[in-house]
């Protein structure tokens, strides 16, 4: 019997032997490896030198989750080196020393992004891989940084993996997984999809280097891994392409293998399942500070926009027979998929000027924005038969989507001089409710110097229509297409329909905006916060009645050392708009020092309220937990202000609910929290509370819900006494990659 085999016996033999086994006794099996690429890091230089480690050091093995398009580089870069790698890859499977693993084309956070972005990394990423080395198995989904997403087991299955691992012990500080002491578990996603995978260990702990113990390997770790019943221990390291080339570890007690070794020779098959939860992705991202907050919104414009163009070029391939764009979109797709990086996010304010990773993000999300932008363009105009898209009086609203839908489309047109209105009729030439605000006017001398401030839409004697912003409501069946015909009146519209939706104005300066489902009270002497909010249909009020208000902003200004809420100032209360289509409430107000500005948009027949809001920062603001990080501690200390999310900058939402329960969606997925609050400061204790397009906080006995929905990937606040809010901005100190952040 060899040492390997008598140590197997002993572990699969009991696990009260194994606690207390002596040194010789124990084998941890250990996966090195190499992570980044191109994008990341790869010196010129680095795979020679792992290379000629690989032939001076037999026993060692690797894997390698690397970016996709980093081999094509090499094969130019470096000839040699690609020929040798390739060797290495093609060996044998069960004597193979080198395994490609993950098989993204960028290695993305796939909790931060959409279920679509999910899938499209990973078939992009192996046919890049695959096209450097033709019919190589890539079937192990394993990686550096927490780049999983809940949905993962039915995208893995569908491409052809056959393992999947939920370790990344070598740079946590990203995040980390739910712990299970077990050697392998399978997987259930959310459609319940199941793939064997080797888990994070429960007893598995971070140590003071930023790694681990998973990392480091140590016999310690072997033997706590024992104890808890995990009868084959793994370590695993994916170190940075461009360290120097040597194993992680040593000792008598490691046996390097690959991952597919691990489950193909190592560990045996098990019945035991895990329904693994999005709450079970424990990520701490600094959510609120300005950079990640922009590169988000950036992000998941750019996600949105190209499903439209793809659809839309789909359209007029089916209708109109003609080539389907696929080249354009294949490069809008790569500039998102690249703007999804994993460091882009946890190290989205490292790097200075063309390098920096928020201008890499910025530029590539533009770039494939503009790119959709033609595509859906051209689409269109293919679609439109040539009559109709010479006449400048028509529009042709487009449906992308696979079921029906009556909403309310916003224009912004020119007119001729002379207009001084304007009328919609729809298809039948029935007149639609339209509502017009005037941008720019055709004036004369004689009304030159009475046009007032530009805002006001009411024309002037002598004056008419230049421009302006046209809402109306339209409905369009799946799929499908609808034409609107504009007129515009030479003299002023005497039958203007009525406003639909209203803003009156009470005399202690509070406004009521009423719709057909919503009657809602916004308070100007208490900043602006809303009062009630009273939904017709359900007949029910929705306005908390305890401390906090509902939409208050509040949080701790590290400066004054104080909480301060928007409910502390008085707000100026504006209608920007109103009719029957929309309204439009200007909030300006002020928080602390800082002045803000919201937005309140609601609309006839929809049950979205809209939210936008402007802080201006006229100085450097500090406003967050006033937690500094000790300077021994910038790379090792647990707790950090980014964290803890009540002291942020918040937008508060407190509902009129006994039995509050929170829903959360992420990539095809959708969960009901078992938290229960989101509140914590330190690295190891960190809870799910990212919020990837809404949250919904429901009263279950009474079967009613408030939804808030964001346009990015943040972070949301709620708990027994704390009132479901959404992060809006943080600044202080990030520690480590972000330091001081105003």
């Not at 424990?282 to 990640?292: M, S, V």
Request: charged residues 20%.
């Amino acid at each position: 019997m060899t040492r390997r085999e008598f140590v197997n016996s002993v572990l699969v033999g009991s696990v009260a032997l194994a606690a207390g086994a002596e040194a010789a006794d124990i084998t941890l099996y250990f996966v090195d490896g190499y992570h980044g690429g191109l994008r990341g890091h790869m010196p010129p230089g680095a795979w020679r030198d792992i290379i000629s480690r690989l032939d001076l050091t037999p026993e060692w093995k690797l894997c390698l989750d690397i970016e996709a398009v980093s081999w094509h580089a090499l094969a130019e870069q470096d000839p040699e080196s690609y020929a040798r790698m390739t060797k290495f890859l093609r060996e044998p499977r069960a004597s193979a020393r080198v395994e490609m693993v993950g098989g993204t084309f960028s290695q993305p956070y796939g909790w931060a992004i959409s279920g679509e972005s999910n899938i499209r990394q990973l078939v992009r990423g192996l046919e890049v891989i695959r096209r450097s080395f033709p019919g190589l198995p890539v079937d192990t989904y394993a990686m550096q940084e927490p780049c999983w997403a809940s949905c993962l087991p039915q995208i893995l299955k569908s491409l052809g993996f056959k393992f999947a691992v939920l370790k990344n012990p070598s740079t946590a500080w990203g995040g980390y997984s739910a712990g299970v002491d077990a050697e392998i578990i399978n997987w259930i996603g959310p459609d319940g999809s199941s793939i064997p995978t080797v888990p994070r260990y429960a007893c598995e702990e971070l140590i003071d280097t930023w790694h681990t113990e998973a990392a480091i390997g140590s016999e310690a770790f072997a033997q706590k891994c024992l104890a808890h019943g995990i009868q084959h221990p793994a370590g695993m390291c994916f170190q940075d392409l461009g360290w120097v080339a040597r194993p992680n570890v040593k000792g008598d007690y490691i046996h390097f293998v690959t991952w597919r070794e691990y489950f193909d020779s190592v560990a045996p098959p098990t019945d035991r399942t895990w329904r693994f939860s999005m709450e079970d992705i424990r990520c701490a991202l600094p959510w609120g500070e300005k950079t990640i907050q922009k590169l988000a919104r950036q992000v998941r414009a750019a996600e949105n926009k190209i499903i439209v163009a793809e659809k839309t070029a789909a359209m007029v391939t089916a209708f109109k027979g003609l080539n389907y764009p696929a080249e354009q979109l294949q490069e809008a797709w790569d500039k998102i998929l690249w703007s999804q990086h994993h460091d882009a996010w946890i190290t989205a304010t490292t790097r200075a000027g063309r390098n920096a990773w928020a201008f890499q993000v910025a530029a590539e999300t533009w770039d494939a924005e503009a790119i959709c932008d033609t595509v859906i363009q051209t689409s269109l105009d293919n679609l439109v038969n040539q009559q109709a898209a010479t006449d400048a009086a028509t529009l042709h609203i487009f449906n992308s989507l696979a079921h029906d839908r009556s909403e309310v489309v916003e224009v912004e047109l020119a007119t001729d001089r002379g207009a001084q209105g304007l009328q919609v009729f729809d298809s039948t030439g029935k007149i639609t409710a339209s509502q017009f605000e005037t941008t720019r006017k055709y004036v004369t001398d004689k009304t030159d110097r009475v046009r007032g401030d530009g805002r006001n839409s009411e024309l002037m004697p002598g004056e008419s229509i230049g421009a302006g912003r046209l809402l109306f409501r339209c409905a369009v069946t799946a799929t499908g297409q609808s034409s609107y015909r504009i007129q515009a009146l030479s003299t002023p519209n005497r039958e203007v329909q009525p406003a639909a939706v209203t803003a009156r104005t009470s005399v202690d300066g509070s406004v009521t905006i009423e719709s057909d489902l919503y009657k809602i009270v916004i308070d100007a002497k208490r900043g602006g916060i809303i009062s009630s909010l009273y939904a017709k249909d359900v007949l029910r009020e929705f306005c908390g009645t305890g401390e906090r208000s509902f939409h208050e902003f509040r949080g701790y200004f590290i400066e004054e050392n104080a909480w301060r809420s928007s409910t502390e100032n008085a707000a100026v209360l504006q209608v920007i708009e109103q009719g029957p289509v929309r309204v439009t409430l200007s909030v300006a107000g002020q928080i602390g020092s800082v002045p803000y500005r919201t937005m309140i948009s609601v609309t006839q027949g929809q049950r979205r309220i809209e939210f936008h809001t402007q802080f201006r920062f006229e100085h450097d603001t500090w406003i967050g937990d006033p937690w500094e990080i000790p300077a021994t501690e910038r790379m090792t200390g647990r707790r950090r202000s980014e964290y803890d999310d009540r002291f942020k900058l918040l937008a508060l939402f407190p509902a009129s609910f006994q039995q509050q329960a929170i829903y959360k969606n992420s990539a095809f997925d959708v969960c009901k929290s078992i938290n229960v609050d989101t509140f914590f400061y330190r690295w190891d204790a960190i809870k799910h509370n990212i919020v990837q397009n809404w949250v919904d906080v429901v009263d279950e006995s009474r079967e009613v819900g408030l939804a808030l929905l964001t346009d990015h990937t943040t972070s949301y606040v709620h708990g027994k006494d704390h009132p479901l809010s959404l992060v809006l901005g943080w600044g202080w100190d990030g520690g480590y990659w972000w330091g001081k952040c105003p």
